[in-house]
């Protein structure tokens, strides 16, 4: 609960996070004060230390900014990554979704996707697709995993049977869906590698990063998506990309140069971030907003001082969901509870009541909200619930139940 709202929305906007908040303001301080002073810029390219500290002490919400460098490390750290992966910082994540959709049709014939995926991004694989003349498979799953009726197994083999099938060369794989349901995504990319030829794997982390245990280690994918403005708290929709996996690394480097130097991949925060990075500005970059950046570092900071790593938390999330399920069944609603592995911190409910199914996304929304409540809604009376990372304060969940049954 924050005030009288009992925010459940963070799979379509996460509320910014303290530390956030404190960046912004103090960002929009100096802004204000300073401009862009020969002292904001030494600030801007190593933090707060390359200012006097009378300066920095005005400040107080930057000092967790040490520069680009060390934010992506920060980043780095919250996805599990290897200390030599390289972070994409971009001022939005389409941006890295039309690479990722370069990289995957230069080397493969037949991208497999899921249909648990997000349709924007499936709208930019399909241009891709169409100017390239290749193709893209499309396995549905959603429907059975929300209902529980495939196990893990099974749906491995579901997509390897389509992969093999078909052809398949590449993937394009959802890590958690907005609808909530967690893909194995390691163990379908390891079974396709044992029985076929995989060129290039994207993994969309949008509702993976900060909510699941991602873990980039272990190299099962070349290229992973994320955004700043969900589950970390960062509220600035900025685009995260990671890689490093050693038999593309130097392919995505090359690819990205030539299209950021041709044109081809037109972001100004992602030129300018790798300029700042490698302290190689060059003088012509289009002016940038900056705000974003220091946002984003100052959840970085609000979430490795938790007593838990984002990716230690998924367990709470699903104990919350487990008593939200409860509540929501005994309230008028029918929560969908996929097994085991597919679960994640998103619960999505159903209406019992026709009156109700005959409400609009933003009729459903709003209705929760008049009672103190957000939560995302659909058409049809759908509502999604975001989990929060730890235990309710006393009373949310029965204010929950009380407006799940007020809205019923």
């Not at 490698?278 to 907003?289: N, P, Q, R, W």
Request: glycine residues 10%.
């Amino acid at each position: 609960m924050h005030g009288s709202l009992l925010y459940l929305d963070t799979a379509r906007l996460g509320r910014m996070s303290p530390r956030a908040q404190q960046a912004q303001r103090d960002f929009a301080l100096m802004a204000g004060r300073d401009g862009g002073s020969v002292r904001f810029e030494r600030l801007l390219r190593a933090g707060v230390e390359a200012v006097p500290a009378a300066v920095a002490d005005q400040y107080p919400g930057l000092a967790a900014w040490r520069g680009v460098g060390p934010l992506k490390a920060s980043l780095r750290a919250l996805a599990g990554g290897r200390p030599d992966l390289p972070v994409l910082l971009a001022t939005r994540s389409a941006a890295l979704m039309r690479l990722a959709a370069r990289l995957l049709f230069h080397p493969c014939r037949n991208v497999l996707v899921t249909d648990l995926g997000w349709p924007a991004y499936h709208a930019i694989l399909e241009a891709e697709r169409v100017r390239t003349g290749r193709r893209v498979t499309t396995v549905p799953l959603l429907r059975r995993l929300l209902d529980g009726r495939l196990s893990e197994d099974e749906a491995v083999e579901v997509v390897r049977a389509a992969y093999l099938r078909e052809g398949c060369d590449g993937l394009f794989l959802t890590a958690v869906s907005n609808l909530g349901v967690r893909l194995p995504i390691e163990r379908v990319v390891r079974s396709l590698e044992a029985a076929g030829a995989v060129r290039f794997v994207v993994i969309d982390g949008a509702q993976d990063f900060c909510h699941a245990p991602a873990d980039l280690r272990n190299d099962y994918g070349d290229l992973y998506l994320a955004g700043s403005h969900k589950w970390l708290g960062a509220y600035h929709p900025m685009g995260l990309g990671f890689y490093g996996r050693p038999r593309s690394r130097s392919f995505i480097e090359t690819v990205l140069a030539l299209l950021v130097a041709g044109g081809g991949l037109d972001d100004p925060l992602l030129r300018f971030s790798t300029q700042l990075e490698d302290d190689a500005l060059d003088g012509t970059t289009e002016t940038v907003g900056l705000a974003p950046v220091f946002a984003c570092q100052g959840a970085v900071a609000d979430a490795l001082a938790g007593p838990r790593p984002p990716a230690d938390v998924l367990p709470s999330r699903l104990a919350n969901s487990d008593a939200a399920a409860d509540v929501a069944a005994a309230s008028g609603w029918t929560p969908h509870r996929p097994r085991a592995d597919f679960r994640s911190g998103i619960l999505l409910l159903d209406p019992e009541r026709m009156a109700v199914r005959e409400l609009s996304g933003p009729a459903v929304r709003a209705a929760f909200d008049d009672r103190g409540v957000a939560v995302t809604g659909y058409d049809g009376g759908r509502v999604r619930l975001s989990m929060p990372p730890t235990g309710g304060a006393a009373g949310e969940l029965d204010h929950l139940g009380q407006t799940l049954r007020a809205v019923a």
